[in-house]
T-cell receptor, first 114, second 115 residues
Framework: AQTVTQSQPEMSVQEAETVTLSCTYD???????LFWYKQPPSRQMILVIR??????QNATENRFSVNFQKAAKSFSLKISDSQLGDTAMYFC???????????FGKGTRLHILP | NAGVTQTPKFRILKIGQSMTLQCTQD?????MYWYRQDPGMGLKLIYY???????DKGEVPNGYNVSRSTTEDFPLRLELAAPSQTSVYFC??????????????FGPGTRLLVL
């Protein structure tokens, strides 16, 4: 069975700094999808970034980028020039295929300090 | 597009009461999901649907029922509320098919308190 592990329950960084959130997963599949979702205090779940395993190029979305290491089964999220609005819970998620269920990690609570 | 909408936003139930959590999406997504999120935890899948008339159990289906009579709506029914069902409930949808992105889009959540 697939599992997703986020080893950092909580992190704090100063505004404008760069922060990296870790995520590892376990699967025997060769093709799959990985996601980072953000959950601010409002509790809305917001997609931050997605990566398809067959693509070697790391996904980027403005200040957000991933370091996808397929062999190591690692999918870390880097937030550059962090902003106060980045304060949220961040969930890493794995999806094997379209007909399967997405699996979420337990989350990392990120605090951006002024 | 409104995306995924959920009602109510917050509800207090007494033990043994019943209620239906509503979920509607206007993106013509074929897949819809219900999750619960307990305090400090990740999301757990309750039920999901791959299209109108088709539903299936997720990880934690006990105490819940669903139906999917239309593409847009996916209500979640609690028949006999228990304190263990105190949680935040999220509905999500995605399009799985040609041109689909597999990305799940979430509603704003319903906070349920059972006393």
């Amino acid at each position: 069975a697939q599992t997703v592990t986020q080893s950092q329950p909580e992190m704090s960084v100063q505004e404008a700094e760069t922060v990296t959130l870790s995520c590892t997963y376990d699967t025997s599949e060769s093709n799959y999808y990985l996601f980072w979702y953000k959950q601010p205090p409002s509790r809305q779940m917001i997609l931050v970034i997605r990566q398809e395993a067959y693509k070697q190029q790391n996904a980027t979305e403005n200040r957000f980028s991933v370091n996808f290491q397929k062999a190591a089964k690692s999918f870390s999220l880097k937030i550059s020039d962090s902003q106060l609005g980045d304060t949220a819970m961040y969930f890493c998620a794995f999806l094997r295929n379209r007909d399967d269920k997405i699996i979420f990690g337990k989350g990392t609570r990120l605090h951006i300090l002024p | 597009n409104a995306g995924v909408t959920q009602t109510p936003k917050f509800r207090i139930l007494k033990i043994g009461q019943s209620m239906t959590l509503q979920c509607t999406q206007d993106m013509n997504h074929n897949y819809m999901y219900w999750y619960r999120q307990d305090p400090g935890m990740g999301l757990k899948l309750i039920y999901y649907s791959v299209g109108a008339g088709i539903t299936d159990k997720g990880e934690v289906p006990n105490g819940y029922n669903v139906s999917r009579s239309t593409t847009e709506d996916f209500p979640l029914r609690l028949e006999l509320a228990a304190p263990s069902q105190t949680s935040v409930y999220f509905c999500a949808s995605s399009y799985a098919g040609q041109g689909g992105s597999e990305t799940q889009y979430f509603g704003p959540g319903t906070r349920l308190l059972v006393l």
